[in-house]
């Protein structure tokens, strides 16, 4: 909003100053040719810039000259600036895509949506992965205003296609910019398809980096070309915590940043990474038996820590403050399953790019199949049916706890509490309000 109104101010600017410069040309060639229609004599003081007037009059022609000039400068100084905010710059024309979730929310699938646009789009999954991997190698992770600006930090080069800040996170550290060691490279389609896969040349022990075709090594430079010539850039991740320490993504002015806040029912969740996270999530496993938990234990405070800064970061979103008006959607993994097609529509109509026939396609064929969801990290699966799955993986007593600490959380995105283990069951019974979050 701020920067179509900074252009608008500029292109006007601009146009008052066409138009004066058009009245010194005209009013330089009226004294050049004097002989012609002896017009009312300048007027020192009508639509002539102040600086001219200061005699009163115009003494001498080098100094309308230099008037010229100087006024010639000024509308290349904004031509230049007109153009560079058209050309690579423009907001309203390249979008910058944050996909903000939380593991098991089903963002691979919806990051999906923008990997399968098609030629126009740049997409990197979770990159942030290296940045927490180091973080949490060297402090333990434990500095959540450091961990923050690092990742704010290095989402905000890499939506200008710069890979630098992100190789310092890479280890072993790339070659030449060159890595084996990109966190699921395959995941991203711009850096599976030419010239990003780079021929692959067998060595002993050394696999192949893309899924469906044999590639090289990743040539971070190749990536960062490839970048550069896509229209729009996306970027999944489900590690930033608080939306507002991404503030100064929306201030950088070569940015067109979009949030899309993802969220799912904790409870789902909580059942979802007891099995996908199986050795991390053991204590829960043990409290499920022991239908006791204790409700101070420090995993069901990070539990209640996590369920907080979602809440958080969707209550300074739907606030709506200025500096994220028109950049902040948020949307419930259970109305994508149930209407992947609506939802993803809106999706592309919120960042304004164009919802292709490819994106179609890749959702009818992913979310209608029943296929084996074999992969923890699969993404094809009846989708419909998938919503409902967690009330048969989860007991009541674990339901309540995440009931207990995620509350405001689940009053403001719209999901019901259950107090006894027939409605917990009861597929018959909707645990989702329905519910639509509205954003001017
Ligand atoms: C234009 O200049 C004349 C004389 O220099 C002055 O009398 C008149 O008030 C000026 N008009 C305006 C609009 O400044
Ligand atoms: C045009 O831009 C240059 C460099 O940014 C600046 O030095 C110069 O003063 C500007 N000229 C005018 C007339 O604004
Ligand atoms: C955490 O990181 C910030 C920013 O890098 C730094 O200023 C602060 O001293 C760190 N705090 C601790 C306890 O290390
Ligand atoms: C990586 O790509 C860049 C840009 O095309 C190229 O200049 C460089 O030689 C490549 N690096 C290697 C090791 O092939
Ligand atoms: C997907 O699951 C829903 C709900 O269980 C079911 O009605 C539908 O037939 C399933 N679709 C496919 C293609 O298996």
């Given amino acids: 909003m701020r920067n179509k109104y900074t252009i608008f101010l ?33 007027e020192p003081n009508a639509s002539v810039p102040v600086f001219l007037k200061q005699n009163g009059s115009y003494s001498s022609l080098s100094e309308l000259d230099s008037a010229f000039l100087h006024f010639k400068k000024r509308l290349e100084n904004y031509t230049q600036l007109i153009q560079h905010s058209q050309g690579n710059y423009l907001p309203g024309r390249r979008k910058h895509i944050l996909l903000l979730a939380t593991t098991r929310t089903g963002s691979s699938f919806v990051g999906e949506f923008f990997n399968q646009q098609g030629n126009n789009m740049f997409y990197l999954f979770e990159p942030l992965w290296h940045v927490e991997k180091i973080l949490t190698l060297k402090t333990g992770g434990t500095n959540a205003t ?79 070309e490839s970048c550069h010539q896509k229209e729009h850039r996306a970027i999944k991740t489900v590690r930033v915590r608080q939306l507002e320490t991404l503030r100064p993504l929306t201030e950088d002015p070569r940015l067109d940043v979009k949030f899309i806040q993802l969220v799912r029912d904790p409870r789902a969740v909580l059942a979802s990474r007891m099995v996908a996270f ?93 296929q084996d969801a074999s992969g923890v990290y699969s993404t094809q ?48 019974i909707s645990l989702l309000e329905e519910k639509t979050f509205h954003f001017t």
């Fill in 146 to 224: 450091a961990s923050a600006k690092a990742y704010r930090d290095v989402l905000q080069q890499l939506f200008l296609c710069d890979f630098q800040l992100l190789e310092n996170f890479i280890t072993p550290s790339p070659q030449d910019h060159i890595t084996p060691s990109l966190f699921r490279r395959e995941s991203s389609s711009s850096l599976c398809e030419d010239p990003v896969c780079t021929p692959f040349v067998k060595k002993v022990f050394e696999r192949y980096h893309c899924k469906t075709r044999r590639c090289g090594p990743l040539n971070l430079t190749l990536a960062s």
């Fill in 278 to 370: 199986s050795a991390k999530y053991k204590n829960w496993k043990k409290w499920a038996m022991d239908r006791e938990v204790p409700i101070d234990d420090e995993e069901v405070k990070k539990l209640k820590g996590n369920c907080e800064n979602i809440r958080m970061s969707a209550e300074v979103g739907l606030k709506q403050p200025p500096w994220l008006r028109r950049r902040y959607m948020l949307v419930r993994y259970e109305d994508i399953a149930r209407y992947p097609m609506q939802k993803a529509a809106e999706m592309y109509r919120f960042t304004g790019i164009p919802f292709t026939p490819q994106v179609k396609e890749w959702i009818l064929k992913n979310t209608q199949a029943s």
């Fill in 381 to 428: 699966k009846n989708s419909s049916e998938q919503v409902e799955k967690w009330r048969f993986g989860i007991p009541l007593n674990l339901a309540q706890v995440v009931q207990q600490v995620c509350g405001p959380a689940m009053k403001l995105f719209g999901y019901k509490f259950v107090y006894d283990q027939q409605t917990l069951t009861d597929k018959s």
């Fill in 10 to 42: 500029v292109f006007i600017v601009a146009l008052v100053i066409i138009e004066k410069e058009n009245n010194i040309i005209s009013r330089v060639s009226d004294k050049l040719t004097p002989k012609q229609t002896p017009q009312t004599p300048l």
